[in-house]
């Protein structure tokens, strides 16, 4: 195996995982809107804002692989693939929860405010929390390929 495909399979890892992440919390969201429009109608717009959150750890990791897409070369060291596959698999293994748990959070809070409780702020602050390690391995990711190159 030459290291190139190490480092391309920790980069479809990355994308691949934060995507899944992503596609599973936005999907918790939506599914706690759909019953909270039953409820609460007006509402709507403070539910897709909540609903969407999720979306975010998809991005990071797509944008991973800007990042990284300067080493992707077929000079390529072990050293420098075996450090895009850990990264890969860093970011989208941390994507992958964050955004499913921060999915979770939305949705208790989508449910709360289809109930008539005023809690859309409350919500947005307790979403940060799964967020921040996405960004943390976001902002790892970055030290990684400075590491290398």
């Not at 596609?23 to 109608?41: C, D, F, H, R, T």
């Not at 897709?48 to 080493?71: E, N, R, W």
């Amino acid at each position: 195996m030459e290291p190139i495909i190490l480092a391309y399979i920790g980069v479809g890892l990355m994308i691949g995982l934060a995507g899944i992440g992503s596609a599973l919390g936005v999907s918790i969201g939506g599914n706690a809107s759909i019953g909270a429009l039953k409820k609460n109608e007006d509402a709507f717009g403070n539910y897709l804002v909540l609903s969407a959150l999720p979306g975010t750890q998809g991005l990071y990791g797509f944008m991973g692989y800007f990042i990284l897409k300067d080493v992707l070369t077929p000079a390529i060291t072990w050293l420098q693939a075996g450090a895009v596959f850990g990264a890969g698999l860093a970011l989208g293994a941390v994507a992958l929860i964050s955004a499913i748990r921060q999915g979770q959070v939305c949705a208790n809070g989508i449910a709360a405010i289809g109930s008539g409780y005023n809690v859309f702020g409350n919500t947005m602050i307790l979403a940060v929390f799964p967020e921040l390690y996405a960004i943390i391995a976001f902002a790892a990711t970055f030290l990684i390929n400075a590491a290398i190159t």
